[in-house]
């Protein structure tokens, strides 16, 4: 899945909230403190992304067949080869 963070909400116990573009659609990522969650995002990779809102980096997130995330690559965006 190739897109950019566009929002990221931090909490006061540790949660991170992430709002993902691509696709022309916004996917909300979470990572809980609270283990128990079946769609929590792992926190190291949930705090990479959130490094990367407002900047012209753009992610690729890889899942597992379980739909778990397993790794991200982050690169430069290149809008210049989108406007041709």
């Known amino acids: 899945m190739f897109g950019q963070v566009v929002g990221v909400r931090k ?14 659609e916004i996917t909300e990522y979470k990572f809980s403190s609270n283990s128990n969650t079946s769609d ?3 926190k ?3 705090e990479a992304l959130a490094s990367t809102l407002a900047s012209d980096i753009c992610i690729e997130i890889y899942f597992d067949e379980n739909g778990s995330p397993t790794h991200i690559e982050l690169e430069e ?8």
């Open 11 to 24: 909490y006061a116990n540790g949660d991170i909230e992430i709002d993902f573009y691509h696709n022309d």
């Open 40 to 42: 929590n995002f792992p």
């Open 44 to 46: 190291h990779l949930a």
């Open 77 to 84: 965006c290149d809008y210049d080869e989108e406007n041709e």
